[in-house]
């Protein structure tokens, strides 16, 4: 029984560890959000074809460098899939 009791905390533990992780992407890209809407579309088109270019942007939105958190996340949704159409 020790052992399945063991598999189940490690389990549990991957899965609140997993949760904070989804937590803190999640209050970054609210962030990354806040920036991009600083930008009037209706006035401004920025196009960005490289990923170095969006970190830019957002970081200049920002006025300060991006932390860890930030990169990751533009990284992330710049590669995504769904960017590549």
């Known amino acids: 029984m020790g052992m399945i009791y063991h598999k189940i905390f490690i389990a549990e533990q ?16 609210d962030h990354i959000k806040d920036f991009l809407n600083r930008i009037d579309d209706k006035v401004e088109f920025i196009k960005v074809s490289k ?17 860890d958190n930030e990169r990751d996340m ?5 590669n995504s899939d769904s960017l590549k159409n």
Not at 15 to 23: H, P, T
Not at 74 to 78: A, L
């Open 14 to 29: 991957k899965i609140k560890n997993d949760l904070k992780r989804n937590k803190e992407k999640l209050v970054t890209i």
């Open 74 to 78: 533009i990284e992330e949704i710049f």
């Open 51 to 67: 990923l170095r270019d969006m970190m830019s942007v957002v970081s200049d939105l920002k006025g300060d460098q991006l932390n």
